[in-house]
Nanobody
C-alpha cells in the first residue's frame, strides 16, 4: 500500500511561483506512474502532469504546459510540482497520484490507484 502526503499549498498572488511536494512511502512504487491532478468544487478531477518514477517522458495537460514542471527526487521518494505564472483560475485542491495508465498524453482520475489527501492552492487577483 502506497501512502502519499502532499505539502506546499497556500495563498499566493497572481503571477507567483509555488512548489508542491508529494512524499511517498510504503509499497513498491518505483515502477509506478506518478503525477498531479487538481479539482475545484462541482468539477471533475483534472489531470495536470505525470511521469514514471524511473524517469523518461513527462506528460502535461495543455492548460499547464510551459507553466508547471513535474520533477522527482528518487533518493527522497518525493515528487514535486513547480507552478509558475499562477493565475486565479489555478485555484483548486491539488492531489498527488500514483499508479495509473497514461492514454495518449493524458490520464483519468477514475483509473488512479493511490491518492494523497490534497492541498489547497488559492491564487488571488
Amino acid at each position: 500500500q502506497v501512502q502519499l502526503v502532499e505539502s506546499g499549498g497556500g495563498l499566493v498572488q497572481a503571477g507567483a511561483t509555488l512548489r508542491l511536494s508529494c512524499a511517498a512511502s510504503g509499497g513498491t512504487y518505483s515502477s509506478y506512474t506518478v503525477g498531479w491532478f487538481r479539482q475545484v468544487p462541482g468539477k471533475e478531477r483534472e489531470f495536470l502532469a505525470a511521469s514514471t518514477w524511473s524517469g523518461g517522458r513527462t506528460y502535461y495537460a495543455d492548460s499547464v504546459r510551459g507553466r508547471f514542471t513535474l520533477s522527482r527526487d528518487n533518493a527522497k521518494n518525493t515528487v514535486y510540482l513547480q507552478m509558475s505564472g499562477l493565475k486565479p483560475e489555478d485555484t483548486a485542491v491539488y492531489y498527488c497520484a500514483a499508479q495509473f495508465p497514461i492514454w495518449g498524453s493524458t490520464a483519468t482520475a477514475a483509473q488512479v490507484s493511490y491518492w494523497g489527501q490534497g492541498t489547497q492552492v488559492t491564487v488571488s487577483s
